[in-house]
T-cell receptor, first 115, second 114 residues
Framework: DTGVSQNPRHKITKRGQNVTFRCDPI?????LYWYRQTLGQGPEFLTY????????KSRLLSDRFSAERPKGSFSTLEIQRTEQGDSAMYLC?????????????FGPGTRLTVL | GQQVMQIPQYQHVQEGEDFTTYCNSS?????IQWYKQRPGGHPVFLIQ?????EVKKQKRLTFQFGEAKKNSSLHITATQTTDVGTYFC??????????????FGKGTKLSVIP
């Protein structure tokens, strides 16, 4: 399977705990994105990497959220001191930079439930 | 910031009927993308439109970008049960320092009654 993969697919945690999600993009894609999606809403942009550089971070993103892409390949998204409002589907997408406009390929997502 | 509004929020159609969803912006957009998300699935890219008045077809799906580049539509002819899902419009905006941000509408959820 050469698509975008995400792990874990589901995560249930207690409020206050830290969680980390992983995204493996399509191998030749140098752009990687994280989104959050809640029920009945479209995906909401969180952050964007080009290779290992984090070029954009949503102003709506709390300081409790941090993302890395250490070698320009896989990426991790960590949420510290989780809150019930963090419960959502976290989607990762990747694209190839060869022109300005690119389709994004989404992974299956990690569904986070904070109790 | 720029936003897009989608209407309707929900649409129930009898199988075989046509379906249209609309995407509107108060500002001019440089591009529009459409994605489909099946129930329990993830968004899947359908198409991108960049030219004023552009019309593209994919089998039973017709996509339009308005002349003023402020609105777009997706029309499905003779819906099938496989068309069930939520259809999102989105636009890609350059936000500086080589960064692009994709902003989604809230989507139109299509149900098809067999």
């Amino acid at each position: 399977d050469t698509g975008v993969s995400q792990n874990p697919r589901h995560k249930i945690t207690k409020r206050g705990q830290n969680v980390t999600f992983r995204c493996d993009p399509i191998s030749e894609h140098n752009r990687l994105y994280w989104y959050r999606q809640t029920l009945g809403q479209g995906p909401e942009f969180l952050t964007y990497f080009q290779n290992e550089a984090q070029l954009e971070k949503s102003r709506l993103l709390s300081d409790r959220f941090s993302a890395e892409r250490p070698k320009g390949s896989f990426s991790t998204l960590e949420i510290q001191r989780t809150e019930q409002g963090d419960s959502a589907m976290y989607l990762c997408a990747s694209s190839l930079r060869d022109k300005s406009y690119n389709e994004q390929f989404f992974g299956p997502g990690t569904r986070l439930t904070v109790l | 910031g720029q936003q897009v509004m989608q209407i309707p929020q929900y649409q129930h159609v009898q199988e075989g009927e046509d379906f249209t969803t609309y995407c509107n912006s108060s500002t001019t957009l440089s591009n529009i993308q459409w994605y489909k998300q099946r129930p329990g699935g993830h968004p899947v890219f359908l198409i991108q439109l960049v030219k004023s008045g552009e019309v593209k077809k994919q089998k039973r799906l017709t996509f339009q970008f308005g002349e003023a580049k402020k609105n777009s539509s997706l029309h499905i002819t003779a819906t099938q049960t496989t068309d069930v899902g939520t259809y999102f419009c989105a636009f890609l905006a350059y936000s500086g320092a080589g960064s692009y941000q994709l902003t989604f509408g809230k989507g139109t959820k299509l149900s098809v009654i067999p």
